[in-house]
């Protein structure tokens, strides 16, 4: 139950008119799309270029011999990495009293995922979830206190799933080569340095505040925005909404526990696609943690470089990853089929989702 002040404060700053959201420019996103079209084509080819034994038929007839019960699984293991995200963005709105629908939830991480992974440095996700969290009549400071949390703790999740891989499979991490290491201890450093700065942003409005003011006077500066005063005083009202729900946010310590956890979800059941994908192709149970370790750490190796959805970052630390344990052949044929469950179909699935539900709006609008 919330306080009667946390109560207060939500009602209060509930009456706020949030500004509408913009959808994003379709040339920018048709452009982006095209651009991950042919960084995958590439790094597809250069994946079965890897092995002088690939041929179609071949992975043909790995693909029809696999068990499909355990391809069942790696499908459910790629609609979780989706749902947790929603249930996470779910509980943070109901937080704040705005209690959305597991529908909305799926919109809000399928839109995150299709433009993150279209998008260097993910940076296309965040805005594409917000203007479908607008449209449902969320408000704007609400929207970017439930983000920058979520953020914060899906950048811990990999953090935490790092703790695990090297604590318990540090055997793993040795079995790569120079390169991936380097690309895997990389990208732990920077995921505890953004972990450290979006739990800044959320605990420090303050620094948040000056960012922005930075960001506008910087755009008043090249003439990409005009009357800064204007702006900056509506920045500073915009703050003051935002320190509100953020230390609202900050009282409801079990909702943060449980945004924690589905995010842990998320990308563990991502993780556990490759695994189970594995075990599908007759691997040996056996060996199950340490493959889902091996994509641990390809998880955190692929955030060490900004390339939109990490393409050829994730396909060579992959392969890297499964020379040590199986022959070439079976690595590419390995990492050709559960990326194409973990990313290629989760991707497509998400981006065919967010095109249905602009089209829906679109729609309502028209209609009204």
Known sequence: MKSEQDRERIEA???ETPAQPER????????????????AAVSVLAVVLQSREFSLSQFWSYLTEASL?????????????????????????RAFGYRQKIGHGYIYSASDIYFSAITPSATGGQPASAYFMMKDGIPGMVVTVALVANLCMYTLAIVAIGAICFTFHFDVFLSFNLVSKVLILVGVVMQ????????????????????CRAVIHFLCKIRILRHEERKQAKLDASMERYR??????????????????????????QIAVTMFTYLASGGSLSRAGELWAMQGYVVIGSNSIPIPGAMGVSDYIMLDGFRSIMSESAAVNLELLSRSFSF????FLCGISTLIQFQRLKKRRTLS
């Open 69 to 93: 019960p355990w391809l069942g699984v790696s499908l459910l293991g790629m609609l979780g990495f989706i749902f947790f995200e929603g249930f996470a963005l779910l509980i943070i709105c």
């Open 192 to 211: 505890l340095g953004l972990a450290l700065f979006f739990f800044l942003l959320l605990k420090n409005g303050a620094l948040l505040h000056r960012i």
């Open 13 to 15: 700053n509930a009456t």
């Open 24 to 39: 994003p420019p379709a040339k920018k996103q048709w452009m982006w799309t095209i651009i991950f079209i042919l960084i």
């Open 244 to 269: 509100g729900y953020a230390h609202v946010l900050s009282g409801h310590r079990k909702t943060l526990i449980f945004v924690f956890l589905f995010n842990f979800l998320q990308r563990a059941s």
């Open 344 to 347: 290629y179909i989760c991707i």
